[in-house]
């Protein structure tokens, strides 16, 4: 089992240009979780997905879009990048949102610089 | 509002010596507490968990960790740290907020290994 994998590893954008960071987990997890990591600020929750066809906001969903493709895959979506954004994206996964405290299981992140 | 803090941001230990970390979370019910690691460019790895029973609980590579529930903490120990410890480490709570676990990190502690 890969677990929890994350394209890009590493990206550089403009300032304004658009893109998609890819998730995908071969755990038949039901839940799916984006979080960004900056320093100082441990993890911040910025959309989770609690089953496939659901998606909800987290802490910090300003900025971003996210898709809930198939119960696989869940993408995260800068529509706008700003400076603001240049940050570390980690994916996660569990078995459900509400279960007894489901343990999340991250992906190896997605470094991003808006420049 | 539920909080999980980590007094120290870095700490420095020589191999062989012990480790202590600490956290301490704010929550009204029965937490559910997590110690994640994170190496150098890597993702999250899940070290332990504590969701009830025994007070002191086993995880991977070594490490434990105490709940103690009077002083609001779940501090994480090992008896003899190799250099390989070298990592950033994470403590988080798991609230069940607006229908779905959020777990809340700690800003983490950066633990460095002398030789």
């Known amino acids: 089992n890969a677990g929890v994998t994350q394209t890009p590893k590493f990206q550089v954008l403009k300032t304004g240009q658009s893109m998609t960071l890819q998730c995908a987990q071969d755990m038949n997890h039901n839940s799916m979780y984006w979080y960004r990591q900056d320093p100082g600020m441990g993890l911040r929750l910025i959309y989770y997905?609690?089953?496939?066809?659901?998606?909800d906001k987290g802490e910090v969903p300003n900025g971003y879009n996210v898709s809930r493709l198939n119960k696989r895959e869940f993408s995260l979506r800068l529509e706008s990048a700003a400076p603001s954004q240049t940050s570390v994206y980690f994916c996660a996964s569990s078995e459900s949102v509400d279960g007894d405290a489901d343990t999340q299981y991250f992906g190896p992140g997605t470094r991003l610089t808006v420049l | 509002a539920q909080s999980v803090t980590q007094p120290d941001i870095h700490i420095t230990v020589s191999e062989g010596a012990s480790l202590e970390l600490r956290c301490n979370y704010s929550?009204?019910?029965?937490?559910?507490l997590f110690w994640y690691v994170q190496s150098p460019g890597q993702g999250l790895q899940l070290l332990l968990k504590y969701f009830s029973g025994d007070t002191l609980v086993q995880g991977i590579k070594g490490f434990e960790a105490e709940f103690k529930r009077s002083q609001s903490s779940f501090n994480l120990r090992k008896p003899s740290v190799h250099w390989s410890d070298a990592a950033e480490y994470f403590c988080?709570?798991?609230?069940?907020?607006?229908?779905?676990?959020?777990?809340?990190f700690g800003a983490g502690t950066r633990l460095a290994v002398h030789p």
């Open positions: 997905s609690a089953s496939e066809g659901t998606t």
């Open positions: 929550y009204g019910a029965t937490p559910y």
């Open positions: 988080a709570v798991v609230t069940f907020s607006g229908g779905y676990n959020k777990l809340i």
